[in-house]
């Protein structure tokens, strides 16, 4: 199939290209700029110059298509706290690809998040976040790409845990460590008994791909790895890497500590993937996250 791919240079996109090429997929790649054009067409891809802002890019590019995996993302905006700006754009593109898409049995395959999922429990693909909880915000964008399913076009969702891991990671976990530098200590919340799931980036990948190839329309997939990591368990991997010790932040100081991801690193999340792993034949074999954060890797200030 021809492809178009939003976000192809970001920390998923850049391993899900070489993932879907080299299944035989042909991939249309958006790229902001110069030095991501080059990466791309060096790495097989056909580029599509364009922004997620670019309404007649996005439209373009999925009407040349046989199917839209959207993962593209304003991280910045979201990691600066801006998340409105960052979930409106999100949901914008989706529109623009359901209008494209619909009529066609053509897939789309959005990534999503798991925040705000019932705590307690390993959460399933059945369960639906709540889009008010912190970071709960990219459900909206989630129930708007499902809904096309009734519009002809065969839309899914992945699910992805705060932490996709692996080496070169930009995301939450290499915050954690900079935060840890920052106060000469490994800070978890309380007594760290709240859990992250989480998954490696290249299991991440191939889950977009089986998803694009096989996902039955309105499907709500989990990108988990495992269920929940205990969040003491991903300070103490930190202040192992680090040299540093692991400490309780009291919940009325975690913001101090944290900023505005201490309400992301509060949260209590735990999901399941048994249904996901069943129906796509998807089975994650990459490093777990403590194991990971233990190779060293993430803390090579370089």
Same mark, same amino acid.
């Given at each position: 199939?021809?492809?178009?791919? !939003? ?34 067409? +060096?790495?097989?891809?056909?580029? #599509? ?7 007649? +890019? ?40 359901? %209008? ?48 096309? +399913? ?32 920052? #106060?000469? +200590? ?68 975690? %913001? ?17 993937? !048994?249904? !996901? ?26």
């Amino acid at each position: 199939m021809r492809i178009f791919v !939003t976000g192809p240079s970001g920390w998923i996109g850049s391993a899900l290209v070489p993932e879907l090429l080299q299944a035989g997929h042909e991939v249309v790649a958006l790229a902001r700029s110069d030095a991501s054009a080059g990466a791309l067409k +060096a790495a097989g891809a056909e580029v #599509h110059h364009g922004s997620l802002d670019d309404v007649d +890019a996005l439209r373009s590019a999925a009407a040349a298509s046989d199917g839209v995996i959207h993962l593209a993302y304003k991280h910045q905006e979201a990691f600066s706290g801006d998340f409105a700006t960052a979930m409106d754009a999100d949901r914008r593109a989706i529109e623009v690809f359901g %209008e494209v898409l619909a009529g066609s049995d053509r897939p789309l395959v959005i990534a999503s998040g798991l925040a705000g999922l019932p705590p307690g429990k390993p959460a399933t693909e059945d369960d639906v976040p709540d889009a008010t909880s912190p970071g709960g915000g990219r459900t909206l964008s989630a129930q708007a790409a499902l809904a096309l +399913a009734d519009r002809g076009v065969r839309s899914s969702c992945v699910r992805l845990p705060p932490t996709v891991h692996g080496d070169g990671d930009p995301g939450f976990v290499a915050r954690l460590i900079g935060m840890a530098r920052k #106060h000469g +200590a490994s800070g978890y919340i309380g007594d760290g008994a709240n859990h992250w799931p989480a998954v490696h980036r290249l299991d991440a990948a191939r889950l977009f791909r089986l998803a694009l190839e096989g996902a039955p329309a309105g499907s709500v997939l989990h990108g988990v790895a495992e269920e929940g990591v205990p969040t003491r368990a991903i300070a103490e991997a930190i202040g192992r890497g680090l040299g540093l010790p692991a400490v309780s932040v009291a919940p009325d100081a975690a %913001e101090a500590y944290f900023g505005w991801l201490a309400l992301l690193f509060g949260l209590d999340v735990q999901a399941s993937s !048994t249904r !996901t792993q069943r129906l796509l034949g998807w089975q994650p074999t990459h490093h777990a996250l403590v194991e990971d954060l233990d190779k060293g890797h993430y803390f090579n200030e370089s």
